[in-house]
Structure formats: C-alpha cells, structure tokens
C-alpha cells in the first residue's frame, strides 16, 4: 500500500503542474510555454517510468495546451510579431524539411521525425512572438538547470545508493549514454550563469552546487564528446568572463572541483580520445562521416528524407546496416539537403552574434548609468543578463561542438536555446528603451528656462548600440 502510494506521488505531481500551467495559460500563454519545457527537459515517461501508472507524453498535452492557450489570448495584445532573423531562418529549415519529406526514400520514417521536427519547431516560433520580457527568459533557464539538475540528481542517487550506473548503461530520455551526456553538459554554463547573477549569496551557493551535481552526473555518462564539449564550454567562459581576475578563480575551482569528481575509469576514458586511430567506436564514426558526406552529394538539394540515411549509409561504407552519421551537421546534408545544412549552421551562427550583442547592449547601459546617474544602482535585471548571455553563448557552444559527434537534433533543448538566443536582443532592447523613457519622463511640469552662461561644448555621448534602425537615441 505505502508502494502504491509513493508511486502515486510522481503522477500527481505531473497531473498538478500540468494543471497548474494549464491555468496560467489561460491567464498568459508564457505559462504554457513554460510548462511545455518543463515537461520536454524532463522528459517524465523516461525518468519515472517504473513509477507511473500510465505511460502518457505529458510534454504532447502540455503543447496542445500552449495551442489552446494562443487561441483563447489571440485578441489580448500578448503577441508580438518580430521580423528578427533566427525565426525567420528557423522558417525557411522548416521548408528545406518538408522538401526533403516529399523526397523521401522511406516517406513513413520520413514523416516521423518530421511530425517530431514539426511539434519542436512550432513551440519555438510560438515562444518567440509570445516570450517579451527579461524575467520571462530568466525563468525559463532557470527551469532548465532545476529540470537538469533534478535528472542529475535521480543519476547520482541511483548510483551512490544502488550502485547503478543508468546513464552509461541505458543513457536518458531516449538518447544514449552520449547525447545524455551532451544535455547535462549543456546545463552547467546555465548554472554558472544563474549563479553569477544571483541576488543573495545562498542562492548563489545553491546553483553552484547544482553544477556540481549535473558535473558528476555528466562524468558518469563516460561520454568523451560530452566531455570534450564541456571543456571547449568552460575555456569559452573563462575568456569571456568579466572581470578577468575571476576567471582565475572559476578555472582553480572547476579543475579542483573535475579533480575530486572524475576517478580513474572516468579519467581514462577521457585519455583515450587521443587514440582514435586504434578505437573500434572513433573509427566507425569516420566511417559514418564519409559515408555521410557521400549520401549528401549525390542528393546535394533535399537529401535521402528525414532520417533516410541510414537505409543507405551501409552502402557508402558504414560499418554497419542502419548506421546513422553521428554527426548532425552531416546528418541533416545527407538527410535534408546541403542548403538545410547551411541554413541550420547559419542560425547557430547568428545565435552567437546575437548573444555578443546582448552583452555589449546590456554593458553599454550600465556604463551610461554610471556616468549619468552615479548616485543610483543600474537595473538589476540587466546587469544579471551579462552573464547570463554568456551562459547561453556557452551552452550553445558546448552543443555546436557535441552535435559534431552526435545526431541529436530533435531534441527540444538545444532549439529552446536557439529561439531564446534568437529573440533576446530584441527583448534586451525593448527593455532598455522601456528604462530610458521612464528615467526622461517628467513626473511633475518643467521649470520656465533661465539664462546662464555659455560654456564649452560638451563632447557629444556616445549613442546606444541598436539592432533596429531608428531607435539609436544619442
């Protein structure tokens, strides 16, 4: 009985925040938004499929919500169209899809992943034109370090007190032990963000070790690409980290912390990256690549179709029947195209420049504040998406170069990502404007001008960095 009961807890808890974000849609589609992320990072039929009564795809309910949601909140101003060039390259990688749908050898599997690619993209999109403050983007990261910091959690528990190791064995959520291990790399610059731009020290405390945990959890994948991805994450942060002098600190603190944390199995596995010539697993990757890259010229335009490679890939000198690339960039040439491939490479890109130029928006800000107005503390808020930018950047970084290694591109984290990225330097602007017109607004009538002296001419400030044409206030 008390069995049944402990059980019993995981799906009430999925019914309640399913409900409970249902509710929040109706008053505002970010609720909805927010819960389908929850339940697509956390991936609940996975994790506690030993526990619940019935398997259902809570992440599928909790977009038909976010449906509903829009539906219902069309006429109440909560959308705003951005014709900003992420969605808009996001749009045209739907079209290459459905191209490659139409062409495609197996149009059954084809249509599969399609629906999935589908169901991922439309969420994207939706979140980009309903998602428009500051706090909305905080909340969603930090969802994603408490979902992935939670499986880390479930991933240690399991193997401090049952001795399992899960995660190596089975991997997670439908990945392998390398994807798995890619996701909770993925996390840990968004815990380092959340941390930096923390408003107490405990809080602050609280993330770090959150890190930690999803750093152990990683470790435990043995995923040497997840490894590498991390590292590539980390030395990205450290030269961008500001003020300079900390990041002496965070390097101690993350090679004593991977000291303490990665035993001898986990170490060696890390060396052997260096022997691929001799690796069964490396080779048979090269072996996939090119195969891969030979699928992709003599179908340069739409590709084999979603997830059509491997029917083929055996053919071109893969090791084995139904191999896939393990590589997504050649994965979506041979299966969607060379332009697809391009146009995914393009966002990923612009992802990067469009986080640089929230940081640099957000730094001029503070500058500006500073020197005008020395006497008050600049918005909170945008002086923590300083580093939380960079955490964006970082985490996208550690998945452009994981997805070298792996073929992972329906999965819902690394597009939530991308969309986030995407839209924040419309949203960090509109914000700011938002700030400058309150600080200029008069809350009382203007005194009649008096004559005073002439004085030299003041050098001019130096205008707003701005990403539409016309905002530039000088």
């Keep these: ?110 249509q599969h992943w399609g629906m999935e690619y589908l169901k991922i993209l439309a969420a994207g999109l939706i979140m980009s034109v309903v998602v428009d403050r500051l706090w909305q983007v905080r909340a969603l990261l930090a969802m994603v370090v408490l979902m992935m910091g939670y499986i880390a959690w479930e991933i240690n528990y399991l193997y401090f007190f049952d001795g399992r190791l899960d995660i190596f064995h089975k991997g997670y959520g439908g990945l392998d032990n390398n994807g798995a291990g890619l996701m909770l790399a993925m996390a840990l610059p968004l815990a380092y963000g959340m941390a930096m731009a923390s408003r107490s020290r405990w809080l602050s405390y609280f993330w770090w070790g959150v890190a930690i945990l999803t750093l152990h959890a990683m470790l435990m994948s043995y995923s040497r690409g997840a490894m590498i991805s991390a590292g590539v994450g980390l030395i990205w942060i450290l030269l961008h980290h500001k003020p300079r002098r900390y990041a002496v600190v965070i390097l101690v603190a993350s090679v004593f912390v991977i000291s303490m944390l990665a035993g001898k199995e986990i170490r060696d596995r890390f060396r ?63 299966d969607c195209g060379i332009p697809a491939m391009v146009i995914y490479v393009s966002i990923l890109g612009v992802c990067f420049w469009n986080s ?9 800000y503070i500058k500006d504040h500073q020197r005008d107005h020395p006497e008050r503390e600049p918005d909170r808020i945008t002086r923590e998406f300083i580093p939380l930018s960079l955490a964006c950047e970082a985490s996208l970084v550690i998945f452009a170069v994981g997805a070298a290694f792996l073929s992972v591109e329906v999965v819902e984290l690394p597009w939530m990502l991308i969309i986030v990225v995407g839209i924040l330097p419309q949203i960090t602007e509109d914000h700011l404007l938002a700030l400058k017109h309150a600080q200029v607004r008069p809350e009382s009538p203007l005194p009649m001008p008096t004559l005073v002296p002439t004085s030299p001419a003041r050098k001019p400030k130096r205008p707003m960095p701005s990403i539409r044409r016309g905002l530039t206030t000088p």
């Design 1 to 110: 009985m008390h069995e049944e009961q402990f059980y019993m807890k995981h799906f009430i808890f999925l019914a309640g925040a399913t409900l409970l974000g249902g509710l929040g849609a109706v008053y505002h589609p970010f609720w909805g938004i927010l819960l389908y992320y929850s339940l697509a990072v956390l991936r609940p039929q996975y994790l506690w499929e030993w526990a619940l009564p019935v398997q259902l795809r809570w992440s599928l309910y909790a977009a038909v919500i976010v449906l509903v949601s829009v539906v219902i909140n069309t006429g109440r101003g909560f959308f705003r169209l951005r014709f900003t060039l992420v969605p808009a390259l996001v749009i045209l990688f739907a079209f290459c899809l459905i191209g490659s749908i139409i062409n495609a050898y197996s149009p059954e599997t084809a």
């Design 272 to 334: 052997t990256t260096g022997d691929f010539e001799y690796d069964s697993s490396a080779q048979s990757r090269l072996d996939s690549w090119a195969a891969g890259w030979e699928i992709a010229s003599e179908h340069p335009l739409t590709g084999t179709g979603i997830r059509n490679s491997k029917f083929f890939s055996n053919n071109y000198g893969a090791d084995r029947m139904g191999r896939t690339i393990h590589s997504q960039y050649i994965q979506i040439a041979a």
């Design 356 to 364: 640089r130029l929230t940081r640099k928006l957000c730094g001029q």
